[in-house]
């Protein structure tokens, strides 16, 4: 669960940082079935294709550690936009960008504001063998800064007409997998980059603007994103940390006496990302499960008797909440045990 959790944050934050969005549930869905753990056939049917693609492009940056190769980005590119189309715009799939010259734009048409502007079309060939050679090529940098560096060095490049973004992200991941040396299709991912570069998206494009105008002294842009990938590796431990309380607190209470209701109510408050999200009152039990306040405050008593959920010393009348009763997180040794150097 937590490897689909964290791909799922992955997927819909690469797309949102672009303006595209995802339905994270459905999202979920796809991914739960293709780790074979069951999920809704209805919610991954709603999918469109070029969503199912961005799903499969991120499992095999993470599943398949071989060489990164042009023919591997053109297949990338050709899953990310499957109808030949960005938007209502045709576009060229499977292959390197055209003659016009590739500039990254912001602001209304007809007032954009140039912030980069890549190599011509001209030099793109052979900037990007060197790329493809220094990527698989030996290393001397630890591997979360080569995964930073060939970050930057794709997006300066900007080699496709559209996609870019979300392929140089996937190429971070791919360095991420390669450097942690695991592979599998059940456990793939301990990180995700994305949802951390998604809060920070105005530093992002800060720090890769800069880098890229600046006078190759990318110091800046290695220490800003390499914190990013820090960030990125604790949040996945508190995700795996829940992940295991939870399977452990539904093995505790696995003979408790809860009704379908108050089973929905427990769910309902261990759904969020955030805990502080999933505090359960009165007036949201009654309207999650559609009955009166009277009854689901019952309801509320009744699993805080049974030892399930715990009041919220701090408030009290009204404004009592309770939370679930999930014990207290083990520290895992997951991501800091891995050989990234």
Do not use: K, W
């Given at each position: 669960m937590a490897i689909?959790?964290?791909?799922?944050?992955?997927?819909?934050?690469?797309?949102?940082?672009?303006?595209?969005?995802?339905?994270?549930?459905?999202?979920?869905?796809?991914?739960?079935?293709?780790?074979?753990?069951?999920?809704?056939q209805e919610k991954e049917d709603r999918l469109n294709a070029a969503a199912r693609g961005m799903i499969d492009v991120l499992a095999d940056s993470t599943q398949n550690l071989g060489p990164l190769t042009l023919e591997r980005l053109f297949a990338w590119h050709h899953a990310m936009f499957p109808s030949g189309r960005s938007g209502l715009s045709l576009?060229?799939?499977?292959?390197?960008?055209?003659?016009?010259?590739?500039?990254?734009l912001s602001g209304p048409i007809g007032r954009e504001r140039v912030h980069y502007e890549a190599p011509p079309r001209d030099r793109l060939d052979t900037e990007m063998d060197r790329f493809l050679a220094w990527f698989d090529g030996p290393q001397k940098l630890s591997n979360a800064l080569r995964a930073c560096l060939a970050h930057l060095w794709f997006e300066t490049l900007h080699p496709f007409e559209d996609g870019n973004g979300r392929l140089g992200r996937a190429i971070f991941d791919l360095a991420l997998a390669q450097g942690a040396k695991f592979h599998s299709e059940r456990i793939s991912r301990l990180w995700a980059v994305s949802p951390v570069l998604l809060k920070r998206r105005k530093d992002y494009y800060s720090h890769l603007e800069r880098a890229q105008k600046g006078d190759l002294d990318i110091t800046d842009w290695l220490v800003w994103s390499a914190g990013t990938v820090e960030q990125a590796c604790n949040e996945a431990r508190a995700c795996i940390e829940r992940v295991v309380q939870i399977s452990h607190f539904w093995t505790r209470n696995r003979e408790a006496p809860l009704s379908q209701r108050q089973r929905r109510l427990i769910e309902m408050a261990l759904a969020p990302n955030d805990p502080e999200d999933g505090w359960l009152t009165a007036k949201r039990a009654a309207r999650q499960t559609k009955v009166g306040r009277v009854t689901a405050s019952r309801d509320l008593t009744r699993l805080e008797e049974l030892g399930v959920i715990e009041r919220d010393p701090s408030v009290a009348g009204r404004s009592t909440r309770y939370r679930v009763r999930l014990g207290d997180a083990k520290a895992l040794r997951l991501v800091d045990d891995l050989k990234w150097g």
């Open positions: 689909a959790e964290l791909t799922t944050r992955e997927t819909v934050s690469t797309s949102a940082i672009e303006g595209v969005t995802l339905d994270p549930d459905e999202v979920m869905s796809s991914i739960m079935r293709h780790l074979g753990l069951g999920a809704s576009i060229l799939v499977g292959m390197l960008r055209g003659e016009e010259p590739m500039q990254v």
